[in-house]
């Protein structure tokens, strides 16, 4: 099938784990189930992804074989920290190597990052709806049924492919073809913007040394590690070590009792009445 978005037409076709690396830069979008339950993550149903001229379906199935296969890749996402998670969930691959190599680029971080380094305020809108509209002038099929009804072709961890409509199809590829088309333009964008609006860049400004390779441009790479941490806390809270915390508490135990101990040589002993004037008379010396 061929996938319409502006004047062109992409083909588009299943990815098989022979086909191996599509490219060096692609776009990654992905399709689940309708849980809205903020604390559930997701079910992958579909992925799709466009090398810039075609467009391929990521079965369930393939997903692992899929980013085993392109982990040298350049990856453009929206949202990533919400599809590298669904991702993650159903095909059990480590992302966070790509991550950390910076290797993925979430367009809706650089819009936003965009927008605060050249109006001073932060886009409280950033949706691909959205930014497609505004920057490509096109305007997504955001139609709720089909969005929310990837979910009816799972069942027990499968998916029946043969039973998903063209209309979907086609709503999940324009999503991957917009983008990556926006991708494209933000990350030139926000390489241009620190030459425009900001001096140059040598006091580590934008990253541990002041450079774009530490951080991504305008600092995209901390902030997405920010919002992957974010959500995973969001989903599995924050496990704390309790001997640790224990230990802890009684180091500072101590020291407290050494602070007590310095403040009596003055004449304050904390808790006992009467000790404000005292305090007062340290605290003013």
């Not at 480590?94 to 990052?113: F, K, N, Q, T």
């Amino acid at each position: 099938m061929n996938i319409p978005f502006l004047n062109r037409e992409y083909p588009a076709a299943v990815w098989l784990p022979s086909m191996g690396r599509v490219s060096a830069r692609v776009s990654y979008d992905s399709e689940t189930d309708a849980i809205d339950d903020p604390g559930i993550v997701q079910d992958y149903v579909l992925g799709t992804v466009f090398d810039g001229e075609r467009v391929f379906f990521i079965r369930r199935q393939d997903l692992l074989q899929f980013w085993t296969s392109h982990v040298d890749c350049r990856v453009f996402m929206h949202t990533a920290s919400f599809d590298l998670e669904v991702a993650a969930k159903a095909s059990g691959y480590d992302v966070h190597p790509m991550i950390e190599a910076g290797r993925i680029v979430d367009i809706s971080i650089l819009y936003r990052l965009a927008g605060c380094a050249t109006t001073g305020d932060i886009p409280q809108r950033y949706s691909l709806e959205l930014m497609t509209l505004e920057l490509l002038g096109v305007q997504l099929n955001k139609d709720e049924s089909i969005r929310k009804g990837f979910g009816r072709f799972l069942r027990d961890g499968r998916v029946d492919y043969r039973q998903i409509p063209a209309d979907h199809l086609i709503y999940a590829s324009q999503d991957a073809v917009a983008t990556y088309q926006l991708g494209i333009i933000m990350e030139n964008k926000c390489r241009d913007i620190p030459a425009q609006h900001t001096p140059h860049l040598l006091l580590g400004t934008n990253g541990t040394n002041g450079t774009t390779a530490s951080w991504g441009p305008l600092g995209h790479d901390i902030q997405l590690r920010g919002d992957i941490a974010l959500r995973q806390i969001e989903h599995y809270g924050l496990a704390v070590d309790g001997e640790a915390v224990c230990r802890l508490d009684e180091s500072l135990g101590a020291d407290i009792t050494k602070c007590h101990a310095v403040l009596a040589r003055y004449g304050y002993m904390p808790g006992q009445a009467g000790n404000q004037a005292e305090f007062d008379q340290i605290i003013g010396e």
